[in-house]
């Protein structure tokens, strides 16, 4: 049997839908489905219209059905016509209704929740902003009657329990339901795409006595807040910590859900009492006191901060400038923790040069001291502003350049820690094992070494002839790597000629001598050279393990620091223990020059704005040299009085102060006064100051030519 699908259309639609009247009105899609009805088989099958009729309809001029005075008729279902076609046709707006038996009260609210108050008599205000007077659409009846009725109880989920036997066919199924919940819930099935929505519901308008509450009255009143009350309030709210629980992993997803642990947040804030013995450990009260310190020590050094800022400098056109190289004593870093104990490292750091760590140890074999770390600032000679004490005497401590609060330390038991300066109380990143660290001995050198951008890792000099690589890990222990094993060197070396020795016959007692300095190359980043006991420079890679690049020998003692000069990075400065400073050319094996003191030198040092200045120490004096001027003794010398020895010697960076420490745990800062201007060209006077330091070697001369010219080639 065939069915007959008919399209009609009513007389009156067809006359509505002219042409000109078409162009006049834009109807709408629902109006045009109602010009035609479906009849199939003589049955009208026409749909129904997805706007209810039983709603009325108003214009667009109409903003809100809440708004409307005029009461409307519905609209029959029946009627299939068009909307008006007056100028108001166009999108429609639904009239609702409110029932009052749909409106929900909740007499559990309270209506004066927010309101404060206040019986004084203050301004009238105005209000914020301005609305129209209306009356409000809903006020309080003035009676109340609330009805309450017991419903019926609706069960929105229900999960019964069920006990069947192992085995059996509804077992079975059971353990299946519990597999696949199991699954859902904690395995792998929790991760399954899951997609959320929408749903139309019916709509059910609830309003509270609370909603209904007129809008209270505004006044105006006077509030202050003073700089201090801020100030209080922030430091209140930085108090708030939040402590963050992390997630532990989950190394099997089928893990039970009791072993599963979620990331909570708790807010802690920190309560402080008001006496001292509460406030006094805090540190924001030290932090205040170091401050405090700061203000009053530069009253007191007032004179000596301005010379060492640079703030008071010398006349270059003065008449009465003299060449005399003039040491001028700004003050002398000590406190009563550090009278008498060695300094045997001073590390700047890196970010900020107004602040140092001084490493005080032992000096001599048979002293015995503990360990001190003393943080200083230039801004507050009188005290130390971090003080970190341990068993163990210091050697070596050096400030890390990606994280300038950390300071590496190395002990004379060949201990390796990272310490954290930003606390007062002693907090250690990162500490060495004897499971991660074969070393026992002293380590006389520490170092950074940057890896890329954003890691980096400590090199250590031991006394055992080791170099360790040292890398922190997230369980704050520092696992030792093996780079080199410095062996003794026999026969005939590269360098310094000394006399031959008389044969041995003893066995020695070790075959590896102490590293006692380690440095970095200025321009090859893989190249170190370590300074040995024996005398000789240890040219050597990271990239070669267990073996040198080359050596030489540059003392006849102990080689106690080496030094590169910041205008020309081939030339490097060497000091020992045999009393002299020798400088050495990359690529030439004799020495370059010779500088004799009367006794051991520690430490040598080139001054960062003149290219032909030195500082050294030897026992108790301080000498001053300049390669132009000449080099058979010191242009200027200082001796310190007392039984000290002067162990450390440091530039600051602007090249006008001078940092030196002794055997007696004090630091003094001195301001390098009239010394000769320095030459534009300071390469060039430096190459002319050595060539003519040479000219009595003309062999060694022409040697150093082609040298120099290889390099501008390259």
Not at 89 to 117: M, Q, R, S, Y
Not at 626 to 639: G, M, N, Q, S, V
Request: proline share 6%; charged share 25%.
């Amino acid at each position: 049997m065939t069915s007959t699908i008919t399209f009609a259309q009513s007389q009156q639609s067809l006359e509505d839908e002219s042409p000109s009247r078409t162009s006049k009105i834009g109807a709408s899609f629902m109006d045009k489905r109602r010009t035609f009805r479906v009849i199939d088989g003589g049955v009208d099958l026409t749909p129904t219209d997805v706007v209810d009729p039983d709603y009325a309809t108003m214009t667009e001029a109409f903003s809100h059905a809440a708004f409307e005075s005029r009461v409307r008729r519905a609209e029959p279902a029946s009627s299939l016509k068009m909307a008006s076609k007056s100028k108001d046709a166009g999108v429609k707006v639904f009239a609702t209704t409110i029932n009052l038996d749909d409106i929900h009260i909740d007499h559990t609210l309270n209506t004066e929740e927010g309101f404060i108050p206040d019986d004084t008599d203050l301004e009238r205000a105005p209000s914020a902003f301005y609305l129209p007077k209306k009356n409000p659409i809903m006020s309080y009846p003035p009676k109340v009657v609330l009805i309450f009725k017991e419903t019926e109880t609706e069960f929105l989920y229900e999960l019964p329990s069920y006990s069947y036997d192992k085995g059996s066919d509804a077992g079975n199924v059971v353990e299946e339901n519990n597999e696949f919940y199991q699954y859902i819930t904690v395995g792998k099935g929790r991760n399954r795409k899951m997609v959320v929505e929408e749903t139309q519901t019916e709509p059910v308008v609830s309003q509270s006595r609370h909603t209904l509450a007129v809008r209270p009255e505004k006044k105006n009143a006077a509030a202050f807040a003073s700089m201090w009350d801020m100030h209080d309030t922030y430091a209140r709210l930085a108090r708030v910590k939040k402590v963050e629980e992390p997630d532990e992993m989950v190394l099997y997803q089928s893990a039970a859900p009791y072993l599963l642990r979620k990331k909570k947040k708790v807010v802690v804030e920190e309560k402080r009492g008001k006496s001292f013995e509460e406030i006094g450990p805090t540190p924001e009260f030290c932090d205040a006191v170091m401050l405090t310190e700061r203000v009053l020590a530069a009253k007191s050094y007032s004179d000596a901060q301005k010379k060492f800022r640079g703030l008071v400098r010398m006349d270059p056109l003065a008449l009465d400038l003299v060449y005399v190289y003039t040491m001028k004593p700004l003050w002398t870093l000590e406190c009563e923790d550090t009278a008498g104990r060695p300094i045997v490292s001073i590390s700047f750091n890196p970010k900020n040069e107004n602040i140092l760590a001084v490493a005080h140890g032992k000096f001599g074999y048979a002293e015995n001291h503990v360990g001190l770390v003393c943080v200083w600032c230039t801004k507050n000679p009188c005290k130390p502003e971090r003080i970190y004490r341990f068993d163990d005497p210091l050697t070596s401590v050096d400030f890390s350049a990606k994280n300038p609060n950390w300071i590496a330390c190395g002990f004379a038991n060949g201990d390796v820690l990272i310490l954290d300066v930003t606390s007062y109380p002693k907090r250690i990143i990162a500490k060495s094992s004897r499971d991660t660290n074969p070393c026992f001995e002293p380590i006389w050198s520490i170092s950074w070494q940057a890896v890329d951008a954003s890691s980096e890792y400590v090199m250590t000099a031991c006394q055992d002839g080791r170099i360790t690589r040292f890398t922190s890990t997230k369980t704050h222990d520092f696992i030792g790597t093996p780079m080199m094993r410095l062996s003794t060197v026999e026969g005939k070396l590269k360098g310094l000629q000394t006399t031959k020795t008389c044969v041995k016959n003893d066995v020695p007692i070790t075959r590896y001598p102490a590293a006692l300095c380690l440095r970095w190359h200025p321009t090859v980043a893989h190249v170190y050279l370590a300074g040995t006991a024996e005398g000789c420079v240890h040219r050597c890679s990271k990239h070669y393990l267990n073996q040198h690049v080359d050596v030489f020998r540059a003392h006849a003692g102990p080689v106690y620091a080496l030094d590169f000069s910041p205008f020309m990075n081939t030339l490097m400065v060497s000091c020992g223990a045999d009393g002299a400073i020798r400088l050495w050319m990359e690529g030439m094996d004799d020495v370059i020059m010779t500088l004799s003191c009367p006794a051991a030198v520690y430490d040598v040092a080139f001054c960062p704005i003149n290219a032909t200045i030195l500082l050294s120490v030897s026992g108790n004096m301080l000498s001053i040299w300049d390669l132009r001027r000449k080099t058979h003794i010191p242009c200027a010398e200082y001796t310190f009085p007392g039984p000290v020895i002067l162990t450390y010697i440091k530039f600051s960076s602007n090249g006008d102060n001078v940092f030196i420490g002794d055997s007696a745990g004090r630091v003094h800062t001195f301001h390098l006064e009239d010394t000769p201007i320095p030459p534009f060209y300071q390469r060039k006077m430096l190459d002319e100051a050595i060539k003519k330091a040479l000219c009595t070697r003309p062999q060694l001369l022409k040697q150093l030519d082609k040298l120099t010219k290889l390099q501008s080639r390259n």
